[in-house]
Each structure stands twice: as C-alpha cells, then as structure tokens.
T-cell receptor, first 110, second 115 residues
C-alpha cells in the first residue's frame, strides 16, 4: 500500500528561526515528490516538485531535499516569517497517481 | 491569470439532504480533479476528468457521490444523500494536462458540515 508519513504532526517556532519537516514514503513506483503549502481556509499551493534524479530544489526560503534510496524527503524553512504559518503537505507521485501525506502544521510566533 | 473558482465556500446541511458543489478551473486546463479533505488529513482524490471524460473515479463512493464535466470546462460534484462522515473540505484542482509532472492548481475549497 502506498503511504506517505510526515513528521512532526505540528511544530511551533519563533520568527526568524529555521525548521525542517520530514516526509517518508513507501510509494512504488516512484516518479516525483512535491511539497505543498496550505494556508488555513485555502487550497494547497505548490512549492517544489522533484524527480528521482534531483537531490535538492529551492523556492525562496524553502529548500526541499530528496533521497530516493532511503525514500525520504525534507523541507527546510529558513529565517521563518509569520506568513509561513500553514500546513505543509508532502505528495508523492507514482504510477500516475498522487499519494498525500497528512501534513505538518507550522506555527510561527513573533 | 484567474485561479480555480469554487462555490459555495461553506455549506451546512442535515444528514440525508442533497448538496452540490461547483468548480470553474483555470482557462485552458484540460484536467480537473475533485478531492475530499477531512480535518487533519491530506486530500483524497475522488475523481479526475480529462476534458469531459473520467480518468479515475476509483475512490468515489458512487452510491451517493456523482460528478460531471459536461462541456469539458466547469464541473459539479453532488452528494445525495449526505452522511455525517461527509463533513470535509471539498477541493477542486486543475492542471494543463494529466502528465505526471504537471502542477495542480487548487481552488479555495468548499467546507461542508453535515449535521
């Protein structure tokens, strides 16, 4: 069964600090991994998308890494801002289907 | 560029009633998706359209859920009759094509509460 596990479930950080979110998956076959940001009451917005040949991809202060051998990905947020408060969802594509994680809720406090 | 539009944004109904949601994808996007997102979970695909044809509806509870995209543009999702466990956010998304690297653009969702 294709599964996507995210950790932690939630975290609180102070403005200006960094944080790292984790994603482990068992999706097979694997084609790509995406990170989405979902603000409260809004639909998810794509941050990054990586194929199995890519190890890292950045989008501003967001940097995603992928280790296709260990089936792990991380999303690093640098110098967090209040606007980073959201749910971050890891999505793994394989066999023309997407498997969604439950998300990590990040709260940034001033 | 206008995003994916959905209406209504909120809906409260009693169990066994019917409800319909509407989605207008980004202009020119051939692929349209309906997802159900229960509180605290990631979205679950209900149905995927390519133009006006169904590509995947394997997780759609067909005894109560139905969806159509008659002219290959707008889409409606209907629940009849609704159950308590249908309380969720219903997200519509669209992409240019159905390729595995395509980015999906999501609408704001319709939040449904079944009492």
């Amino acid at each position: 069964k294709n599964q996507v596990e995210q950790s932690p479930q939630s975290l609180i950080i102070l403005e200006g600090k960094n944080c790292t979110l984790q994603c482990n998956y068992t999706v097979s076959p694997f084609s790509n991994l995406r990170w989405y940001k979902q603000d409260t009451g809004r639909g998810p917005v794509s941050l990054t998308i990586m194929t199995f040949s890519e190890n890292t991809k950045s989008n501003g202060r967001y940097t995603a890494t992928l280790d296709a051998d260990t089936k792990q990905s991380s999303l690093h947020i640098t110098a967090s801002q209040l606007s980073d408060s959201a749910s971050y969802i890891c999505v793994v594509g394989g066999d023309y289907k997407l498997s969604f994680g439950a998300g990590t809720t990040v709260t940034v406090r001033a | 560029e206008a995003g994916v539009a959905q209406s209504p944004r909120y809906k409260i109904i009693e169990k066994r009633q019917s409800v319909a949601f509407w989605c207008n994808p980004i202009s020119g996007h051939a692929t349209l998706y309906w997802y159900q997102q229960i509180l605290g979970q990631g979205p679950k695909l209900l149905i995927q359209f390519q133009n006006n044809g169904v590509v995947d509806d394997s997780q759609l509870p067909k005894d109560r859920f139905s969806a159509e995209r008659l002219k290959g543009v707008d889409s409606t999702l209907k629940i009849q009759p609704a159950k308590l466990e249908d309380s969720a956010v219903y997200l519509c998304a669209s992409s240019l094509e159905a390729g595995w690297m395509e980015t999906q653009y999501f609408g704001p969702g319709t939040r449904l509460l079944v009492l």
